[in-house]
T-cell receptor, first 113, second 115 residues
């Protein structure tokens, strides 16, 4: 049972380039989320999705684009990467229920030079 | 809007001792959920324990328990019989009502277990 996976695990890119981070889950969870983790800020929500073709902004959406054509995939694209987007990116998924517990992928460490 | 506050940036505890990690929250919602996650040095986020605002009893999961004091808006994590493998960052998080399962996280507490 693979659960939730992210690729790549590490990425180095240059300012201005487009980068896509992939997220795939095998649980058929309806909700999926993208967070970024920076020192001193904990995790902050970038975008989330309640179902295929339904996405919405989180706390820090500027500079990011998401899509969700299939329930299991939720890619995050940085259209024109900036140094301030250097961070660790986590994808998570959850299913509506009593707890709505989110389960996280292993993270992608992105460095923008 | 929800807010989570973790006032302890770092803590030390001796092996086999118990330790309490503090978490206070702010919300106007009546129904909400509180979560604790562990992040070891390897980087993954591991779900530990959940407490619902209407749960009458404090949540427990093995050596983890959540000391939930609703009137004080606190949800402290208690780890009993600490082990070296408990050394990690610990994050408190909250889900409010009608928030599409979104979580608000605190800034975390780094726990170091010593011999």
């Amino acid at each position: 049972d693979a659960g939730i996976t992210q690729s790549p695990r590490y990425k180095i890119t240059e300012t201005g380039r487009q980068v896509t981070l992939m997220c795939h889950q095998t649980w058929s969870h309806s909700y999926m989320f993208w967070y970024r983790q920076d020192l001193g800020h904990g995790l902050r929500l970038i975008y989330y999705s309640a179902a295929a073709d339904i996405t919405d902004k989180g706390e820090v959406p500027d500079g990011y684009v998401v899509s969700r054509s299939k329930t299991e995939n939720f890619p995050l694209t940085l259209e024109s990467a900036t140094r301030s987007q250097t961070s660790v990116y986590f994808c998570a998924s959850s299913d509506p229920g009593r707890t709505d517990t989110q389960y996280f992928g292993p993270g992608t460490r992105l460095t923008v030079l | 809007a929800q807010k989570i506050t973790q006032t302890q940036p770092g803590m030390f505890v001796q092996e086999k001792e118990a330790v309490t990690l503090d978490c206070t929250y702010d919300t106007s919602d009546q129904s909400y959920g509180l979560f604790w996650y562990k992040q070891p040095s390897s980087g993954e986020m591991i779900f530990l324990i959940y407490q619902g605002s209407y749960d009458e009893q404090n949540a427990t999961e093995g050596r983890y328990s959540l000391n939930f004091q609703k009137a004080r808006k606190s949800a402290n994590l208690v780890i009993s019989a600490s082990q070296l493998g408990d050394s990690a960052m610990y994050f408190c998080a909250m889900r409010g009502t009608g928030t599409a399962s979104k979580l608000t996280f605190g800034t975390g507490t780094r726990l170091q277990v010593t011999l």
